[in-house]
Structures are given as structure tokens and as C-alpha cells.
């Protein structure tokens, strides 16, 4: 459970909190978006106290254990907005929910991480998890300094424990993205993305996005994204 006095409430929308840091760079941020949208950033999902991230964990299957996730540390949204005839919609307006060409999202895209705030890459449209709606802090250097192979292997290392691999099981995987990606995230050949590459139609078969299994496993090891 993170100490009050290191989250603070939203000042534009009080029914959210995040970490210090966080919820200060979100606010900034918040200013220059309402400035060009005339209202605030459209947000429904932010920190997750120690009961909620119990019980995501004991119920949803590929979740986090509580205390392993950027919801759990207070730094990560979700954006919807209100649609005005009725109900709630993500925050990309098309009729799509992995709408990437929604001028909200573009916008955000280029300007948060001016403010630490980023969708990550395995987010993005086309990779392992695209989720226009998700933003995550890592600070204002982080945020505009692409991360070097050693910080995304430490970081998979750090997530491989939370999920209770075994040291062979972190090696293995190791040597295997090595092989196929020498963990270049941003690496495309044909329809295989990212550092993962074909691994995981290879694993999963070529139905592999429609697999709980695949699915549960991308959320244990993807680089800097929530669960």
C-alpha cells in the first residue's frame, strides 16, 4: 500500500489519485489539453489501492500480484470520454475501440512525454496489446530517452520474479529474444513485432492474439505497461 502523503488527488478531477510526481506532470499536462480540447483529460481508471489490486489478482487471470503493477504504484490512466447520446466510450471517438487516429489520442501521443507520461510501445496500434487508452508515468528523462537493452532486461527480470519464474525460465526467454530480436522493441519483420518477434505464434499457434494463454502470458513479460 503506498503512504498518503506520497499520492495526491487530481486537482481537475478529484475522484483519482496518483503518485506525487505523477499527479503533478498530469496536471500540467492536463492544462495545454484542455487549452486545445476545451475540457480535461477524460480519465476513469488511475491508482489501485492494495484491496482492489488483491482482488484483480485472485480473479482475473494474468494479473499482477498486488504491488507489481504501474496501477499499483500510481502511475497509470485509463481515458474514456462521455459520449453525449448516452453511455461511455473510449477515449478514441470512432466506432473501433483501437481507434489510433483519434485527434485526442494523436495529440497525447506527441505532447506527454513532454510531462513523463507515455502509451508504450507494446500499446501502440499493430503491437502485442494496443491500448490508445493507456498512459503510464516514467518521467520526463525516461519519457524522451529510449531505454537501453540492459534497462528492459532488468526490467523483464524484475517482472519474471513477480510472476515467480524460475532463474532457467529467465534465461531461456533471455537467449530466445536475443536470438530473435536482440530486444529491439521496435523491431517489424513482416507481422512479427517487437522484441518478442514470432515467438509467440510460434508458442501459441497462428490464432495467437485470440489465446488466453498467449494473452496472459504477454502480460507477465511486456516492458513498461501496466496489468
Not at 19 to 46: D, G, Q, S, Y
Not at 164 to 169: F, G, H, I, R
Not at 182 to 197: F, V
Not at 210 to 223: D, G, L, Q, W
Request: proline letters at 7%.
Amino acid at each position: 500500500e503506498i503512504p498518503q502523503d506520497k499520492i495526491t488527488q487530481l486537482a481537475f478531477n478529484p475522484k483519482y489519485s496518483l503518485e506525487n510526481e505523477a499527479a503533478e506532470k498530469l496536471t500540467e499536462l492536463n492544462a495545454e489539453f484542455k487549452n486545445k480540447f476545451n475540457r480535461n483529460i477524460p480519465i476513469v481508471a488511475a491508482y489501485k489501492d492494495l484491496a482492489a489490486q488483491t482482488d484483480e489478482s485472485s480473479t482475473i487471470s494474468g494479473s499482477p500480484l498486488p504491488g507489481m503493477s504501474n496501477f499499483g504504484w500510481a502511475k497509470a490512466i485509463t481515458l474514456y470520454y462521455s459520449n453525449p447520446e448516452g453511455g461511455i466510450k473510449p477515449l478514441v471517438t470512432q466506432d473501433s475501440y483501437n481507434n489510433f487516429n483519434d485527434i485526442e489520442y494523436k495529440w497525447l501521443l506527441k505532447n506527454a512525454p513532454a510531462y513523463g507520461w507515455i502509451n508504450p510501445i507494446i500499446n501502440h496500434e499493430n503491437n502485442l496489446d494496443p491500448k490508445p487508452e493507456r498512459f503510464i508515468f516514467v518521467g520526463v528523462e525516461a519519457a524522451n530517452t529510449p531505454p537501453s537493452k540492459s534497462d528492459m532486461q532488468l526490467y523483464a527480470r524484475a517482472s519474471m520474479i513477480a510472476y515467480n519464474w524460475t532463474d532457467k525460465e529467465s534465461m531461456c526467454l533471455n537467449e530466445k529474444w536475443e536470438k530473435v530480436s536482440g530486444w529491439e522493441p521496435n523491431l517489424i519483420n513482416g507481422d512479427s513485432i517487437g522484441i518478442a518477434q514470432t515467438s509467440m505464434a510460434q508458442e501459441f499457434g497462428a490464432d495467437w492474439k485470440n489465446n488466453p494463454k498467449a494473452k496472459e502470458f504477454t502480460s507477465s513479460i511486456r516492458m513498461q505497461i501496466d496489468a
